[in-house]
């Protein structure tokens, strides 16, 4: 959830290229991305590589019927950002239908990505905790004053097991990958298909890896 009109990642690139060599970032020609921009280089991110329909699928699922993902919306940007070095794509053959194109980020984009989370992650989670209190006030205030505790007890039930959902689903995303037996690239969610060289994927347990951050 990120407001205001644009996520300006000027400064995110220049201290990167700082660290990094400058010429991973040398096809970035857009220093501004839109909120939804941005959460779609989120969703790639966090899924390795999508096909645009994918996409579409995993951002109304992120948008939770507050939002339709529309062809004629997603396509540009994916172009959009593809130009500007944020994305690259490659066409992958599948089993079941005709060539596909994935998209999966650049260096320079998964960079600037993790640069800006990690700048911004306590702010974000405020604003959401935020978010949530203010939208749950108003719920509970839109019902009458007699009823008022017993909704106030069914809202604290809801959040809790939101809370729990959130917690068992983020290890699962980080401490459990699965490998393609065909190419060998890592799928950080269940497929039937490897998004990277479209095979069939055998059934497989999934193999345990360190937490992120420990091999870096």
Not at 19 to 35: D, R
Not at 62 to 68: D, S
């Amino acid at each position: 959830m990120w407001l205001g009109k644009f996520l300006d990642l000027e400064e995110d690139i220049e201290e990167l290229r700082s660290k990094i060599k400058q010429e991973i970032f040398a096809n970035i020609t857009k220093s501004k991305l839109t909120p939804l921009e941005f959460t779609i280089v989120e969703v790639i991110f966090n899924s390795q590589a999508l096909s645009g329909y994918d996409l579409m699928q995993a951002l109304n699922k992120h948008f939770a019927g507050t939002w339709e993902a529309k062809s004629g919306t997603i396509y540009p940007i994916l172009s959009k950002l593809e130009g500007s070095g944020f994305l690259k794509s490659k066409m992958v053959k599948s089993p079941i239908g005709p060539l596909r194109k994935l998209y999966t980020l650049t260096e320079a984009g998964e960079e600037l990505l993790k640069l800006k989370v990690n700048k911004n992650y306590s702010e974000q989670l405020l604003l959401i905790e935020n978010f949530i209190v203010e939208l749950s006030s108003i719920f509970i205030k839109s019902h009458p004053e007699k009823d008022r505790k017993e909704v106030v007890e069914e809202v604290h039930e809801s959040l809790n097991r939101s809370f729990e959902r959130i917690k068992d689903n983020i290890p699962s995303t980080l401490k459990f990958k699965s490998k393609c037996s065909n190419c060998g690239s890592e799928i950080g969610r269940k497929v039937v298909y490897c998004p990277f060289c479209g095979i069939q994927l055998v059934q497989t347990e999934p193999t345990e890896t360190d937490i992120p951050g420990n091999d870096e």
